[in-house]
């Protein structure tokens, strides 16, 4: 077993700054134990975890959200559950929204330009 890491260790190691990883604690997307002199411990779960909510909150997922959500984030992605699934489509419907207006915007200035 790997020994547990503080929250500097784990900052490293997710890519997370320390205080993101006091945030998502305050949010409720972190749940360290405790040691005796009051540091922050967290396993190798912890890592995976951090790097999943900020893959997911860098795809437009909200980390409010994400916390509701916390316990389907330890799974893999083939088992997350219902309402996780549910809200990964919704931003995928939204983000095919947003290219499509970015598209047309682009057409747009597009057409602006060689009107010149």
Known sequence: MTS???IGDLARESGASVRMLRFYEQLGLLA???NAAGYRLYDAAD???VRKVRLLNQAGLPLKTLALMRDCLRD???DFCAELRR???AQQAEIARQM???RQSQALLASLLEDR
Do not use: C, G, N, S
Request: net charge positive; aromatic share 0%; charged share 15%.
């Open 4 to 6: 547990p890491l503080k």
């Open 87 to 89: 809200a990964l489509h």
């Open 100 to 102: 499509v207006l970015l």
């Open 47 to 49: 890592v995976a975890l």
């Open 32 to 34: 360290p134990v405790r």
């Open 76 to 78: 893999e992605p083939q």
